[in-house]
């Protein structure tokens, strides 16, 4: 097979897109066997028809409407990983069971494409998967570290068909467990293992850093997870973000190149799909999709964020639901300037611009103030 480096123009810049990746998932549907043929066609015709919805909304109320919520479903975590963009964020006073279901109502009715489940570790709360069971028509993806998995939450995941569960890895044992803690990565190994056993359509999650590039965008590394029967990775770029940020992981601009080209090689002959962040978010015109653009984060207590690595807020969902987030001039604001979605040397362009999206927020915030007291 003819690599996609050797597709010259208009045609290399499509294979590299967002659309060969839907492209490739349907030439995998067998691979999963009915399940997963039958999860992505539905997936399919949700999405279309949510998408029909969404442009409707956005004409009918002249709003930017996301196609994709991020929602951190809580900030507790049963593990305490090197570099965590979260660690350290307040736990107390987290949405409830009600409050999320109305979230997703909402957002399906405004037709919104997908919901990405992460934290904290989401299986902590043992309501989520009879929320996830209560929304079918929106395509929910889950983030998780597998220690929580079970052959009964296995069982249950393998049945729906609106779930991709996606278990963090960090490469091979070794930067696993140092990232992770001790038997990190046997826990993942068997968390996929039951994953696969119940017939549910699942991949792996990995965080990009200088240290552990090279192992990731290798044929040992992709061929493994393959073993695993992972039918999708996501393989997203450290951000020096969070508590304890690691100034030594963030990559250079050669690894990121290598890194860039061992991913599309990799697209044109592996049997699975392969999404990395930034680059399959910012595109060739180099655009982040936050601040509500094409996705915005809801933190666990229902904080309105641009995007999970800028904990930044002065809209809350408890106060308007998602129509406050479609309405904020906070991220109105970010999205009017361009310079703010442009990112130069770190993976995400608002974290690299954080202290004039910060002002912009104060801003918002005494806006806000001076209209109340009028």
């Known amino acids: 097979m003819k690599s996609k480096q050797n597709i010259p123009g208009s045609t290399r810049r499509k294979a590299e897109g967002i659309g060969s990746l839907a492209r490739q998932a349907y030439y995998l549907m067998g691979r999963k066997g009915l399940h997963g043929a039958s999860l992505l066609i539905g997936a399919a015709i949700r999405l279309q028809r949510a998408n029909r919805r969404r442009k409707y909304f956005a004409a009918k109320h002249n709003l930017v409407v996301p196609t994709v919520l991020v929602v951190s479903v809580t900030m507790v975590c049963n593990y305490d990983c090197l570099g965590c963009y979260s660690r350290g964020r307040s736990d107390s006073g987290e949405l409830s069971k009600a409050e999320l279901s109305s979230l997703f109502n909402e957002a399906q009715n405004i037709g919104l494409l997908a919901a990405v489940l992460t934290g904290g570790e989401p299986l902590m709360r043992d309501d989520l998967l009879d929320i996830v069971e209560m929304h079918p028509q929106i395509l929910f993806i889950m983030i998780t570290n597998g220690s929580l998995m079970t052959p009964e939450k296995a069982a249950a995941i393998g049945r729906m068909q609106n779930l991709v569960v996606l278990v963090s890895i960090e490469g091979n044992r070794d930067f696993t467990d140092r990232r992770r803690g001790d038997g990190a990565h046997q826990v993942v190994l068997k968390a996929m293992a039951m994953l696969k056993e119940s017939g549910a359509f699942f991949g792996f999650a990995a965080t990009n850093n200088a240290r552990n590039s090279g192992y990731l965008g290798s044929d040992e590394f992709i061929d493994n997870m393959i073993e695993q029967s992972c039918s999708v990775g996501l393989i997203t770029e450290y951000v020096p973000c969070g508590q304890e940020p690691l100034s030594e992981w963030v990559l250079d601009a ?3 190149k290598l890194f860039r080209q061992r991913i599309l090689e990799m ?78 040397h770190l993976a995400c362009s608002l974290y690299e611009h954080y ?17 109340r007291g009028q």
Request: aromatic content about 4%; proline content about 6%.
């Open 254 to 256: 050669m690894q990121r």
């Open 267 to 344: 697209r044109s002959k592996k049997p699975i799909v392969l999404v990395q962040f930034p680059q399959d978010e910012y595109g060739e015109a180099n655009i982040c999709s936050g601040a509500g653009r094409a996705s915005l984060h809801i933190n666990s207590q229902g904080g309105i964020e641009p995007c999970p690595f800028v904990p930044l807020s002065c809209d809350n969902i408890r106060q308007g639901g998602l129509m406050a987030a479609l309405k904020s001039s906070f991220l109105a604001s970010i999205r009017s300037r361009p310079n703010l979605l442009s990112r130069e």
């Open 355 to 371: 202290s004039e999206v910060e002002a912009l927020l104060e801003h918002s915030n005494a806006k806000a103030v001076n209209s």
